[in-house]
Protein backbone atom coordinates (compact mmCIF):
# COMPACT_ATOMS: atom_id res chain seq x y z
CA UNK A 1 0.00 0.00 0.00
CA UNK A 2 0.72 3.14 -0.35
CA UNK A 3 0.02 5.75 2.40
CA UNK A 4 -2.41 8.48 1.78
CA UNK A 5 -3.28 7.42 -1.78
CA UNK A 6 -6.39 9.17 -2.06
CA UNK A 7 -8.35 6.26 -3.90
CA UNK A 8 -11.73 7.83 -3.33
CA UNK A 9 -10.56 10.32 -6.50
CA UNK A 10 -10.95 6.96 -9.17
CA UNK A 11 -13.85 5.24 -9.75
CA UNK A 12 -14.48 2.05 -11.70
CA UNK A 13 -14.67 1.75 -15.33
CA UNK A 14 -12.40 4.94 -15.47
CA UNK A 15 -9.95 6.26 -18.27
CA UNK A 16 -6.97 8.05 -16.94
CA UNK A 17 -4.46 9.94 -18.93
CA UNK A 18 -1.57 9.40 -16.40
CA UNK A 19 1.14 12.30 -16.52
CA UNK A 20 4.54 10.37 -16.44
CA UNK A 21 7.92 12.35 -16.25
CA UNK A 22 9.77 8.92 -15.62
CA UNK A 23 11.24 10.45 -11.79
CA UNK A 24 9.97 9.11 -8.68
CA UNK A 25 6.50 10.33 -7.90
CA UNK A 26 4.89 9.85 -11.46
CA UNK A 27 6.43 6.20 -11.66
CA UNK A 28 5.75 5.17 -7.72
CA UNK A 29 2.15 6.69 -9.23
CA UNK A 30 2.12 4.41 -12.42
CA UNK A 31 2.91 1.21 -10.78
CA UNK A 32 0.22 1.51 -7.90
CA UNK A 33 -2.69 2.21 -10.44
CA UNK A 34 -1.11 -0.20 -12.84
CA UNK A 35 -1.81 -2.87 -9.85
CA UNK A 36 -5.63 -1.45 -9.48
CA UNK A 37 -6.54 -1.85 -12.72
CA UNK A 38 -7.81 -5.11 -12.73
CA UNK A 39 -10.28 -3.78 -9.51
CA UNK A 40 -10.93 -1.00 -10.88
CA UNK A 41 -11.38 -1.94 -14.59
CA UNK A 42 -9.39 1.15 -15.21
CA UNK A 43 -8.21 2.08 -18.60
CA UNK A 44 -4.91 3.87 -18.48
CA UNK A 45 -3.59 6.32 -20.97
CA UNK A 46 0.50 7.65 -20.52
CA UNK A 47 1.32 10.18 -21.05
CA UNK A 48 4.86 12.25 -21.59
CA UNK A 49 6.43 15.72 -22.57
CA UNK A 50 10.17 15.73 -23.58
CA UNK A 51 10.98 19.34 -22.60
CA UNK A 52 14.61 19.03 -24.17
CA UNK A 53 16.15 21.39 -22.20
CA UNK A 54 18.56 18.26 -21.09
CA UNK A 55 21.00 16.50 -22.36
CA UNK A 56 19.16 12.94 -20.86
CA UNK A 57 15.31 14.08 -22.06
CA UNK A 58 15.74 11.80 -24.56
CA UNK A 59 16.17 8.93 -22.77
CA UNK A 60 13.62 9.78 -20.03
CA UNK A 61 11.24 9.47 -22.98
CA UNK A 62 12.44 5.93 -23.88
CA UNK A 63 12.45 5.07 -20.16
CA UNK A 64 8.65 5.92 -20.14
CA UNK A 65 7.81 4.48 -23.67
CA UNK A 66 9.23 1.38 -22.58
CA UNK A 67 7.86 1.33 -19.17
CA UNK A 68 4.28 1.78 -21.05
CA UNK A 69 4.90 -1.24 -23.55
CA UNK A 70 6.24 -3.07 -20.43
CA UNK A 71 2.69 -2.40 -18.95
CA UNK A 72 0.81 -3.18 -22.15
CA UNK A 73 -0.84 0.74 -21.98
CA UNK A 74 -0.73 3.10 -24.48
CA UNK A 75 1.72 5.84 -25.16
CA UNK A 76 1.56 9.16 -25.85
CA UNK A 77 4.81 11.90 -26.74
CA UNK A 78 5.07 15.47 -26.96
CA UNK A 79 8.88 17.07 -28.14
CA UNK A 80 8.22 20.61 -27.09
CA UNK A 81 9.29 23.33 -29.35
CA UNK A 82 11.68 26.24 -29.03
CA UNK A 83 10.62 28.26 -26.38
CA UNK A 84 8.92 31.33 -28.37
CA UNK A 85 7.33 33.25 -25.74
CA UNK A 86 10.18 33.92 -23.29
CA UNK A 87 9.16 32.64 -20.38
CA UNK A 88 9.77 28.84 -20.23
CA UNK A 89 7.85 27.86 -17.42
CA UNK A 90 4.60 29.66 -18.43
CA UNK A 91 4.83 27.97 -22.36
CA UNK A 92 6.25 24.15 -20.97
CA UNK A 93 2.59 24.70 -18.36
CA UNK A 94 0.40 25.57 -21.16
CA UNK A 95 2.18 23.38 -23.76
CA UNK A 96 1.95 20.28 -21.34
CA UNK A 97 -1.92 21.00 -20.38
CA UNK A 98 -2.70 21.57 -23.90
CA UNK A 99 -1.48 18.07 -24.72
CA UNK A 100 -2.95 16.41 -21.70
CA UNK A 101 -6.08 18.02 -23.02
CA UNK A 102 -5.91 16.55 -26.29
CA UNK A 103 -5.06 13.08 -25.34
CA UNK A 104 -7.94 12.75 -22.94
CA UNK A 105 -10.07 14.20 -25.73
CA UNK A 106 -8.49 11.73 -28.36
CA UNK A 107 -9.26 8.57 -25.71
CA UNK A 108 -12.42 9.65 -23.96
CA UNK A 109 -11.33 10.28 -20.45
CA UNK A 110 -12.80 12.71 -18.46
CA UNK A 111 -9.71 12.41 -15.73
CA UNK A 112 -6.03 13.72 -15.87
CA UNK A 113 -4.05 11.74 -13.06
CA UNK A 114 -0.91 13.99 -11.76
CA UNK A 115 1.73 12.86 -9.28
CA UNK A 116 1.87 15.90 -6.99
CA UNK A 117 2.44 14.78 -3.28
CA UNK A 118 2.70 16.68 0.32
CA UNK A 119 6.00 18.25 -0.29
CA UNK A 120 4.91 19.92 -3.80
CA UNK A 121 2.09 21.14 -1.59
CA UNK A 122 4.38 22.49 1.38
CA UNK A 123 7.10 23.88 -1.01
CA UNK A 124 4.40 25.67 -2.90
CA UNK A 125 2.54 27.25 0.03
CA UNK A 126 5.58 28.82 1.26
CA UNK A 127 6.39 29.90 -2.33
CA UNK A 128 3.55 31.97 -2.40
CA UNK A 129 3.56 33.17 1.19
CA UNK A 130 7.00 34.31 0.13
CA UNK A 131 6.40 36.28 -3.23
CA UNK A 132 2.65 36.80 -2.23
CA UNK A 133 -0.86 35.55 -3.50
CA UNK A 134 -4.20 35.60 -3.31
CA UNK A 135 -6.47 34.26 -0.35
CA UNK A 136 -7.66 31.37 -3.15
CA UNK A 137 -3.84 31.08 -4.48
CA UNK A 138 -2.76 30.50 -0.36
CA UNK A 139 -4.65 27.22 -0.40
CA UNK A 140 -1.66 25.42 -2.57
CA UNK A 141 -2.26 22.52 -5.09
CA UNK A 142 -5.74 20.92 -4.54
CA UNK A 143 -6.29 17.02 -5.01
CA UNK A 144 -8.94 17.46 -7.59
CA UNK A 145 -9.67 21.08 -9.77
CA UNK A 146 -11.30 21.37 -13.09
CA UNK A 147 -9.59 22.47 -16.28
CA UNK A 148 -11.16 23.10 -19.67
CA UNK A 149 -14.17 20.10 -19.40
CA UNK A 150 -11.49 17.53 -17.63
CA UNK A 151 -11.23 17.23 -14.02
CA UNK A 152 -7.29 16.93 -12.61
CA UNK A 153 -6.96 14.57 -9.94
CA UNK A 154 -3.89 14.19 -7.53
CA UNK A 155 -4.35 10.94 -5.64
CA UNK A 156 -0.91 11.29 -4.11
CA UNK A 157 -1.36 14.97 -2.89
CA UNK A 158 -1.45 14.12 1.13
CA UNK A 159 1.24 11.48 0.40
CA UNK A 160 5.16 12.63 2.00
CA UNK A 161 8.24 12.23 -0.32
CA UNK A 162 9.77 10.05 2.39
CA UNK A 163 6.27 7.18 1.88
CA UNK A 164 6.82 7.37 -1.88
CA UNK A 165 10.46 6.62 -1.54
CA UNK A 166 9.60 3.83 0.94
CA UNK A 167 7.09 2.39 -1.38
CA UNK A 168 9.43 2.62 -4.14
CA UNK A 169 11.94 0.42 -2.58
CA UNK A 170 9.50 -1.57 -1.37
CA UNK A 171 8.04 -2.56 -4.52
CA UNK A 172 11.45 -1.91 -6.35
CA UNK A 173 9.61 0.44 -8.82
CA UNK A 174 12.44 1.55 -11.40
CA UNK A 175 12.25 5.75 -11.83
CA UNK A 176 14.69 8.18 -13.65
CA UNK A 177 16.84 10.58 -11.57
CA UNK A 178 16.38 14.27 -13.68
CA UNK A 179 19.96 16.07 -12.18
CA UNK A 180 18.38 19.71 -12.38
CA UNK A 181 16.63 18.67 -9.32
CA UNK A 182 19.95 18.72 -7.93
CA UNK A 183 20.99 21.75 -8.34
CA UNK A 184 19.02 25.32 -6.94
CA UNK A 185 18.67 27.48 -10.12
CA UNK A 186 15.09 26.76 -9.78
CA UNK A 187 13.14 28.40 -6.62
CA UNK A 188 11.61 25.40 -5.84
CA UNK A 189 14.63 23.40 -5.89
CA UNK A 190 16.50 25.97 -3.77
CA UNK A 191 13.10 25.64 -0.72
CA UNK A 192 13.22 22.33 -1.37
CA UNK A 193 17.34 21.74 -0.43
CA UNK A 194 17.59 25.21 2.14
CA UNK A 195 14.13 25.80 3.53
CA UNK A 196 12.29 22.32 4.38
CA UNK A 197 15.30 20.61 6.13
CA UNK A 198 15.24 23.69 8.42
CA UNK A 199 11.39 23.16 9.07
CA UNK A 200 11.71 19.93 9.62
CA UNK A 201 14.05 20.22 12.31
CA UNK A 202 11.88 22.88 14.07
CA UNK A 203 9.08 21.06 13.75
CA UNK A 204 9.25 17.01 12.32
CA UNK A 205 5.22 17.30 11.90
CA UNK A 206 5.85 20.14 9.78
CA UNK A 207 4.12 18.81 6.53
CA UNK A 208 1.20 17.52 8.67
CA UNK A 209 1.00 21.34 9.57
CA UNK A 210 1.19 22.76 6.13
CA UNK A 211 -1.45 20.18 4.88
CA UNK A 212 -3.90 21.67 7.78
CA UNK A 213 -3.09 25.31 7.17
CA UNK A 214 -3.87 24.23 3.08
CA UNK A 215 -7.17 22.59 4.29
CA UNK A 216 -8.21 25.90 6.40
CA UNK A 217 -7.72 28.11 3.58
CA UNK A 218 -9.74 26.10 1.34
CA UNK A 219 -12.66 25.86 3.84
CA UNK A 220 -12.34 29.43 4.12
CA UNK A 221 -11.92 30.09 0.61
CA UNK A 222 -15.02 28.25 -0.10
CA UNK A 223 -17.12 30.25 1.98
CA UNK A 224 -15.76 33.68 0.67
CA UNK A 225 -16.07 32.52 -3.18
CA UNK A 226 -19.90 31.23 -2.83
CA UNK A 227 -20.72 34.48 -1.39
CA UNK A 228 -18.90 36.58 -3.53
CA UNK A 229 -20.43 34.64 -6.52
CA UNK A 230 -23.89 35.58 -4.93
CA UNK A 231 -22.88 39.35 -5.01
CA UNK A 232 -21.17 39.03 -8.37
CA UNK A 233 -24.49 37.75 -9.93
CA UNK A 234 -26.50 40.53 -8.82
CA UNK A 235 -24.57 43.03 -10.93
CA UNK A 236 -24.88 44.49 -14.04
CA UNK A 237 -23.35 41.91 -16.22
CA UNK A 238 -22.57 42.42 -20.00
CA UNK A 239 -20.23 40.67 -22.03
CA UNK A 240 -17.77 43.39 -22.41
CA UNK A 241 -18.99 45.33 -19.67
CA UNK A 242 -19.57 45.52 -15.53
CA UNK A 243 -21.26 47.95 -13.42
CA UNK A 244 -21.39 48.29 -9.74
CA UNK A 245 -22.81 50.68 -7.43
CA UNK A 246 -20.50 52.34 -5.06
CA UNK A 247 -22.47 52.22 -2.26
CA UNK A 248 -23.73 48.50 -2.51
CA UNK A 249 -20.13 47.30 -3.27
CA UNK A 250 -18.49 49.43 -0.48
CA UNK A 251 -21.13 47.65 1.94
CA UNK A 252 -19.71 44.43 1.29
CA UNK A 253 -16.57 42.57 3.81
CA UNK A 254 -13.49 43.74 2.64
CA UNK A 255 -12.62 40.03 1.66
CA UNK A 256 -15.60 40.14 -0.79
CA UNK A 257 -14.58 43.09 -2.12
CA UNK A 258 -11.30 41.95 -3.29
CA UNK A 259 -12.76 38.44 -5.05
CA UNK A 260 -15.47 39.90 -6.56
CA UNK A 261 -13.35 42.41 -7.94
CA UNK A 262 -10.94 39.14 -9.06
CA UNK A 263 -14.39 37.86 -10.54
CA UNK A 264 -15.23 41.04 -12.88
CA UNK A 265 -11.62 41.19 -14.09
CA UNK A 266 -11.87 37.44 -14.60
CA UNK A 267 -14.99 37.73 -16.53
CA UNK A 268 -13.75 40.40 -18.92
CA UNK A 269 -10.50 39.25 -19.89
CA UNK A 270 -11.71 35.23 -19.80
CA UNK A 271 -9.25 34.54 -17.03
CA UNK A 272 -6.26 35.62 -18.91
CA UNK A 273 -5.34 38.96 -17.11
CA UNK A 274 -3.37 38.29 -13.51
CA UNK A 275 -3.76 40.86 -11.60
CA UNK A 276 -1.65 41.96 -8.17
CA UNK A 277 -2.57 42.38 -4.62
CA UNK A 278 -1.64 45.59 -5.68
CA UNK A 279 -3.85 45.98 -8.75
CA UNK A 280 -6.82 45.35 -6.22
CA UNK A 281 -6.20 47.78 -3.89
CA UNK A 282 -5.79 50.50 -6.60
CA UNK A 283 -9.49 49.85 -7.82
CA UNK A 284 -10.89 50.17 -4.21
CA UNK A 285 -8.94 53.29 -3.48
CA UNK A 286 -10.21 54.40 -7.10
CA UNK A 287 -13.55 53.60 -5.95
CA UNK A 288 -13.13 55.14 -2.08
CA UNK A 289 -11.95 57.97 -3.35
CA UNK A 290 -14.44 61.04 -2.68
CA UNK A 291 -13.52 62.49 -6.69
CA UNK A 292 -16.59 61.75 -8.26
CA UNK A 293 -15.01 60.83 -11.70
CA UNK A 294 -11.83 59.26 -12.59
CA UNK A 295 -10.11 56.70 -14.54
CA UNK A 296 -7.83 53.45 -14.31
CA UNK A 297 -6.27 51.33 -17.07
CA UNK A 298 -5.20 48.23 -16.22
CA UNK A 299 -4.31 46.49 -19.76
CA UNK A 300 -4.59 46.95 -23.42
CA UNK A 301 -8.28 45.86 -22.91
CA UNK A 302 -9.61 46.67 -19.12
CA UNK A 303 -10.42 50.08 -18.54
CA UNK A 304 -12.53 51.44 -15.00
CA UNK A 305 -14.36 54.27 -15.14
CA UNK A 306 -15.68 55.90 -11.96
CA UNK A 307 -18.56 58.29 -12.59
CA UNK A 308 -20.37 59.43 -8.91
CA UNK A 309 -21.78 56.43 -7.61
CA UNK A 310 -21.17 53.86 -10.42
CA UNK A 311 -18.17 52.28 -11.42
CA UNK A 312 -17.83 50.48 -14.98
CA UNK A 313 -15.14 47.69 -15.95
CA UNK A 314 -15.23 47.39 -19.73
CA UNK A 315 -13.16 46.03 -22.47
CA UNK A 316 -13.06 49.01 -24.39
CA UNK A 317 -12.20 52.53 -23.56
CA UNK A 318 -15.60 54.94 -23.72
CA UNK A 319 -14.83 57.30 -26.62
CA UNK A 320 -16.97 60.06 -27.31
CA UNK A 321 -17.70 61.40 -31.16
CA UNK A 322 -19.17 65.23 -31.22
CA UNK A 323 -22.68 65.41 -33.27
CA UNK A 324 -24.13 67.94 -34.46
CA UNK A 325 -27.87 68.42 -36.49
CA UNK A 326 -29.78 71.45 -37.84
CA UNK A 327 -33.32 71.29 -37.06
CA UNK A 328 -35.52 73.17 -39.77
CA UNK A 329 -38.74 71.25 -39.78
CA UNK A 330 -40.99 69.09 -38.00
CA UNK A 331 -40.17 65.20 -37.87
CA UNK A 332 -38.86 62.69 -36.05
CA UNK A 333 -34.39 62.47 -35.66
CA UNK A 334 -32.14 59.89 -34.87
CA UNK A 335 -28.90 61.13 -32.81
CA UNK A 336 -25.98 59.17 -32.47
CA UNK A 337 -27.98 56.03 -31.67
CA UNK A 338 -28.78 56.91 -28.35
CA UNK A 339 -32.16 59.69 -28.41
CA UNK A 340 -34.61 60.10 -30.35
CA UNK A 341 -35.94 63.82 -30.82
CA UNK A 342 -39.18 64.59 -32.49
CA UNK A 343 -40.63 67.92 -33.37
CA UNK A 344 -44.58 68.09 -33.44
CA UNK A 345 -47.30 70.55 -32.73
CA UNK A 346 -49.27 68.08 -31.38
CA UNK A 347 -49.00 66.71 -27.96
CA UNK A 348 -48.04 62.56 -27.69
CA UNK A 349 -47.63 60.78 -24.00
CA UNK A 350 -45.23 58.01 -23.24
CA UNK A 351 -41.77 59.93 -23.89
CA UNK A 352 -39.22 60.63 -21.49
CA UNK A 353 -38.83 64.45 -21.72
CA UNK A 354 -40.81 66.72 -23.08
CA UNK A 355 -40.40 70.60 -23.96
CA UNK A 356 -43.16 73.06 -24.91
CA UNK A 357 -41.67 75.80 -26.68
CA UNK A 358 -43.76 78.91 -26.68
CA UNK A 359 -43.49 80.95 -30.19
CA UNK A 360 -44.70 83.90 -32.02
CA UNK A 361 -43.34 82.93 -35.68
CA UNK A 362 -41.96 79.17 -36.59
CA UNK A 363 -39.04 81.92 -38.69
CA UNK A 364 -38.75 82.81 -34.55
CA UNK A 365 -38.05 78.72 -33.89
CA UNK A 366 -36.37 77.25 -37.45
CA UNK A 367 -33.18 76.33 -37.61
CA UNK A 368 -32.26 75.33 -34.38
CA UNK A 369 -29.31 72.61 -33.51
CA UNK A 370 -29.11 69.60 -31.78
CA UNK A 371 -25.57 68.99 -30.42
CA UNK A 372 -23.23 67.69 -27.56
CA UNK A 373 -21.69 70.17 -25.38
CA UNK A 374 -18.44 71.97 -26.00
CA UNK A 375 -16.10 74.10 -24.43
CA UNK A 376 -17.42 77.16 -23.55
CA UNK A 377 -21.17 76.62 -23.59
CA UNK A 378 -22.95 78.28 -20.81
CA UNK A 379 -26.49 78.60 -19.72
CA UNK A 380 -29.01 80.83 -18.57
CA UNK A 381 -29.69 81.25 -14.85
CA UNK A 382 -32.20 83.82 -14.23
CA UNK A 383 -29.17 86.04 -12.65
CA UNK A 384 -26.57 85.61 -15.42
CA UNK A 385 -24.80 82.66 -16.68
CA UNK A 386 -23.30 79.29 -15.62
CA UNK A 387 -20.67 77.15 -16.84
CA UNK A 388 -22.31 74.36 -18.64
CA UNK A 389 -19.51 72.02 -17.22
CA UNK A 390 -20.08 73.71 -13.58
CA UNK A 391 -24.05 73.49 -13.83
CA UNK A 392 -23.49 69.18 -14.80
CA UNK A 393 -20.81 69.03 -11.53
CA UNK A 394 -23.63 70.99 -9.55
CA UNK A 395 -26.37 68.00 -11.23
CA UNK A 396 -24.48 65.43 -10.69
CA UNK A 397 -24.01 64.49 -14.40
CA UNK A 398 -21.93 61.45 -15.32
CA UNK A 399 -18.91 62.12 -17.83
CA UNK A 400 -20.84 59.89 -20.23
CA UNK A 401 -24.56 61.74 -20.04
CA UNK A 402 -22.28 65.07 -20.15
CA UNK A 403 -20.83 64.12 -23.45
CA UNK A 404 -24.18 62.54 -24.96
CA UNK A 405 -26.83 64.47 -23.97
CA UNK A 406 -28.50 66.43 -26.85
CA UNK A 407 -28.82 69.86 -25.92
CA UNK A 408 -30.78 72.24 -28.27
CA UNK A 409 -29.25 75.13 -29.49
CA UNK A 410 -31.50 77.95 -30.94
CA UNK A 411 -30.53 80.88 -33.28
CA UNK A 412 -29.24 83.46 -30.68
CA UNK A 413 -26.63 80.78 -29.79
CA UNK A 414 -28.57 80.31 -26.90
CA UNK A 415 -29.06 76.73 -24.98
CA UNK A 416 -33.15 76.34 -24.50
CA UNK A 417 -33.42 72.92 -23.60
CA UNK A 418 -31.42 69.69 -21.53
CA UNK A 419 -33.57 66.53 -21.51
CA UNK A 420 -34.35 66.47 -17.83
CA UNK A 421 -31.79 69.28 -16.94
CA UNK A 422 -32.52 72.75 -17.79
CA UNK A 423 -35.82 74.06 -19.58
CA UNK A 424 -35.34 77.96 -20.81
CA UNK A 425 -38.45 79.85 -20.30
CA UNK A 426 -40.14 80.83 -23.99
CA UNK A 427 -43.52 83.03 -24.70
CA UNK A 428 -45.78 83.25 -27.59
CA UNK A 429 -48.89 82.80 -28.81
CA UNK A 430 -48.48 79.11 -30.42
CA UNK A 431 -46.98 76.49 -29.38
CA UNK A 432 -44.50 73.45 -30.67
CA UNK A 433 -43.73 70.56 -28.58
CA UNK A 434 -39.59 68.54 -28.56
CA UNK A 435 -39.86 65.14 -27.77
CA UNK A 436 -36.87 63.22 -26.20
CA UNK A 437 -36.59 59.58 -26.00
CA UNK A 438 -33.67 57.49 -24.60
CA UNK A 439 -33.01 54.49 -26.85
Known sequence: MLKNFNENLIKKNDKLVLAVSGGVDSMVMLDYLAKLINDYKLELFIVHVNHQKRDN??????????????????????DLKKNEEGNFHHYAHKKRYQFFLEVANKVGAKKIVLAHNLNDLAETILMRLTRGSSFE?????????????????????YTSKNDILDYQKRENVKYREDSSNLEDDYTRNRFRHNILPKLQKENPQYLE???????????????????????????EINKDKVIIDKKNF????????????????????RNALEISFTNIKDIIELICNKKPNLYLKLAQDLHIYKSYGKIFFQNEPT?????EITIDDFNKYDIVNEFEVIITKNLIKNYDYMYKL????????????IRNRRDGDRIDINVGTKKLKDFF?????????????????????????IPSLYKLKSEGKNTLYIYVNKL
Not at 319 to 323: H, R, V
Open 57 to 78: SQKDAAFVKKMAQTLNLPFFLL
Open 137 to 157: GYRGILEKTTYKNKTIIRPML
Open 209 to 235: KLKQFSEYQTMAYNLIESLSKTYFQSL
Open 250 to 269: LNQLDIIQFEVIKMIINHLT
Open 319 to 323: EYENF
Open 358 to 369: CYNSLDSVFPFL
Open 393 to 417: IDKKVSINARNTLPIMINKNNEIFF
